[in-house]
């Protein structure tokens, strides 16, 4: 049974989960660097597939889709920006309020929309697996070969697009100017303040960011892969993605690997609910798997993980 | 022509004046100090030609022209730099990532660290200021890191310095150092703006001393012109008595006896090392040392905050050293901690609150958990008369008294509990001329009724008006023990920096011999 | 000197008054302005539906009954949120405790079936609030030992703790028949609706007692804000959480045990969304299942955020936005609005308390600065 569990498609299955994850996480990452919680990722998420199936219907294309949720996502972020950075709200308290908001506002619009709560139809554009090959035929290498392109090359555009933006914004953040002033923003705003950096300015830009990767974590949920919208899609994964932030330590190829965990959890609760007859749990029970997961790695990380040191802390000039 | 100057500047704030119509300038090559005490003004003034204040009535002049300094950038274009007393390093990064923040070397965004590394060497090299480009911030000690913070303005291409009491953290042989480095960068050119409200300083380092007093610039001077007596009652408005009162000691049996002490700081390294000591009733002992030499580690240990990791630590022949902080206030310690806004008081509770922290769950103040509120306000207002709190009512909230009324709501509520040991640590930081003396008052009262004190400073002045006997701390260990007026400041300072016998000397920097000569 | 500190109290009771009540009162309105904005946008007529808000809510005892049937698990998990929030906690999880409590609710109603009310009530109760505060127990103790962020580890056990209950309604627990629900509790572990408890007469002459659905439940949640007030103002359980609230490291200094006092918090804020989860099961639906609570663990939040986490302050708080919440269906029939609208409503109102509150702060340091200055 182990052999029917443990196939190329449960680890191309994880690469698939893990991606609306560690697109918010990253987004958590670059957010939460330059000093602004973002518990706001699961509202923003939300709003972010709601766009990407409202541009997916009106206009039929899957593309349009993405930029309508990347799009939404930094509207939506820049309400966060606005009363974290301006206003200087309690930035969690601000969060949650975005998360209702999302909820409320996906509600009414798919009744204005659509007539209906609940969810829409189909999106007829999907985003499609980027390669098209032939599963490997008999022998050992025909296996691998079979591994290789499940695991691989068998994605929609978003996944390998994630793991672009892991890779790139690693490197941007240890590499380039804007990285080195991110990372001071988050440490140590004051100190950013005095040699010429415009932190409000800079928290903005990370915010905006963390809306556009939340927007395109919405949008690969509905249009990579469940191909509609659904009131509270999101399912908590924006506290998912945020744990798997702190897993990762807030560095983006963490925030990834974190997710492929989480993600594979998912895969394999999935995969296991295939076999509930031979298995003889009651399906809940690997639902709950993913959240008892967060809390797990939580519990185990967290006395060693050590968060930037002035997020949260609204910045007071002068 | 003045490198800068300031006519007439004014900025208010809701409710205070904080720089009435202040006029200066500086010559290029030229030192000069704005003395002044806490909240005189001083720090405001040097924000507003930072840039990190814009002030609401004045003009600045820089090398003659008429200048809005709008942002810290815009200083820096203009050739201002500034050390503040507070570090503006970000701990995690490395001394060049910390120095070339804001103005790194790049091409299309992509920073070139070997240039950046390079520069940096080539300034500390040129400066004499030795630093090891790849360490982190939160690696070096507080003198380095100053030098870092130096090297940044240098590095900026500062030509006006502006030092926010630079020397609060250091001891006497850096503070020497320091003066070196000064008049170096003044010999290169560059002139200085040295904010500080130590008299010493002053006289040994300024060519010219401006002072100032609630705001207003009251007096300008130089050094050869006055004393530290002058200058003092210019500070401060009247006449100042530099020392407090004492009367001879008379010791009592040990209340705190501390034996092989062992504890660890909060990255799990061994801060102290093996401390032995004891106060007995009616004196007061005073640990001198460098900040971060582990002085932290032991008041926390005895007042039950942090779990040594060997030893004991006895009161009054009962054994507390795994007292928590609750048992240990309850066996008679008490502390006035370092920082009151972060551990003595809880801002957003009332002065009467705050008075009853630590007691709480005692009689009268509560019984059998449900609270008397007629017996906390009488405390309250027994203890706002007793030590002279300004206040209309017990129930005004902490964060709205000032600094010096806030340090004695602490020590009211601590000497008011009428320990057997009180555990002082930097009791007078931050503090103005006559709530020092207030506080140094309190203690020696303390002191006199026979009670035992434990005092950690890092102002050797405090130490010497008050101690009894001084325990110097290097790295952990007490490394000398001098009885009251046996030694000087040179001398304390050569201990608190591992001479006499530790592994370190005191460290030389390029400049060291020069500071020396020039005592 | 001596000006500024007697101008002080003064001045400092009249922003009192003004913060505690004005801003929250300008929030809401706020909201619902912003609200009939989004409706007339909408191409709805938002006068017809704010008419059709308030005959929903208050315009016949049955309507405010409805409000006062909303309003009281509101309380129970405004409470909840209001003390974690005195102690420095962010129970966002209280739905999952108020999942938690009813199941208790649920399971001992139908055991208890027999008993008489005085001795099935309080155990139902104390049942629920047991079983609120184990489910924030552990949250609790990832918080103070290692720093877990409640946030975080509380929303994860609402999401297990729904599952959990939504296996029990189709499995062990399930009653015979389709739907899938636990058993009814027993009639002596109900909490009787107001109106049963006047005789027809009655009723008859003052017809404004008739409240429809309301139960006593709203009795003992206002006892309940009763009690956490004095909690808080009176005992030094209460002292202690605020202090770890405002200021944990000089708690600490002070002699509290930080670690304990979040537990305690924690569990207690635990126990009231526990309570929320009884009332409705033992006032409302005499039964748990899936969709049994329409979010009121999250709206607690808001009611906390509006009370500016006053205990007493709760009670106000509750009854506006289970006016919202009753009114809101006749609003969806009558003039067609979806009811979402008021979850917008809602997040606008926590945005704009949020924001105050920096206000609030500004005004505290302009005090400080003025008192430092002449001090």
Known sequence: MLGDILTPDLFASALRMATPLALAAIGGTLCERSGVVNIALEGIMLIGAFAAAAAGLATGSGWLGLLAAIAAGVAVSAIHAFSSINLKSDQVVSGTAINILALGVTGFLMELLYGHPGTTDPVPQMLRPVFHFPNGGEGVLGTVWTWINSIVFSHTPIVYLAIAVAVIAQWAMYRTRWGLRLRALGEHPRAADTVGINVSRGRWIAVMMSGALGGMAGANLVLEQVGSFTENMTNGRGFIALAANIFGRWTPVGSYLASLLFGFADALQIKLQLFRAEIDIPPQFFLMLPYVLTVVVLAGVIGRAVSPAAVGVPYEKG | MSVLELREITKVFPGVVANDHVSLSLEEGEIIAL??????????????????????????????????????????????????????????????????????????????????????????????????????????????????????????????????????????????????????????????????????????????????RDGRLVGETRPSDTDTVGLARMMVGRDVVLRVEKAPRACGDTVLEVDGLHVKDDRGLEAVRGVALSVRGGEIVAIAGVDGNGQREIVESIVGLRKPTSGTIRLKGEDITHASARSSIEAGVSHIPEDRHRRGLILEFTIAENLMLGDHRLAPYSTRGLMRPTAVTAMAKRRIVDYDVRTPSERVLASALSGGNQQKVVVAREIGRDPELLVAAQPTRGLDVGAIEFVHRQILKERDSGKAVLLVSLELEEISALADRILVIYEGRIVKEFAAGEADDETLGFYMTGGGGSKLAPETGATGARGEGER | MSETHEALPEQRRWMGVVQQIGAPVISVIIAIGIGSVIMWVSGYDAGAAFAALFKGSFGSPKAFGDTLLRATPLIFTGLAVAYGFSAGLFNIGAEGQLFMGGLAAAYLGVQLAAQPWYAAVPVLLLGAMAAGAAWAFVPAVLKARIGAHEVITTMMFTYIGKYLVSWLVVGPLKAPGQIPQTVTIGTSAQLPRIQTLFSEATLEALPFLRFGRAHMGIVVAILFAVIMWAILKYTTLGYEARAVGFNPTAAETGGISVSSTIIKALCISGALAGLSGAVEVMGVHYKIFDQFSSGFGFTGIAVALVAKKNPLGVIPAALLFGALSAGSGLMQLEADVPQKIISIIQAVVIFLIAAESVIQWFIKRRQKEALSHAG
Do not use: W
Not at chain 2, 71 to 95: C, E, K, N, W, Y
Not at chain 2, 121 to 126: D, F, Q, T, V
Not at chain 2, 154 to 166: F, K, M, N, T
């Open chain 2, 35 to 212: 003395l002044g005490e806490n909240g005189a003004g001083k720090t405001t003034l040097m924000n507003v030609v930072y840039g990190l204040l814009s002030c609401d009535g004045g003009e600045l002049l820089v090398d003659g022209r008429p200048v809005k300094i709008k942002s810290p950038r815009h200083a820096i274009d203009l050739g201002i730099g500034m050390v503040h007393q507070h570090f503006m390093l970000v701990q995690p990064l490395t001394v060049t990532e910390n120095i070339v923040l804001g103005h790194e070397p790049a091409r299309f965004g992509v920073i070139d660290f070997a240039t950046a590394r390079k520069k940096v060497l080539e300034i500390s090299a040129r400066y004499g200021l030795k630093v090891d480009p790849d360490s982190r911030i939160m690696d070096l000690s507080v003198g380095m890191q100053q030098r870092v913070e130096i090297l940044k303005a240098l590095y900026q291409g500062a030509r006006i310095l502006i030092l926010d009491e630079p020397t609060a953290v250091l001891t006497p042989q850096e503070v020497r150092e320091l003066f070196a480095v000064v008049r170096s960068l003044v010999n290169e050119g560059l002139s200085v703006v040295f904010i500080t409200h130590k008299l010493e300083e002053v006289m040994a380092v300024a060519d010219r001393i401006l002072v100032m």
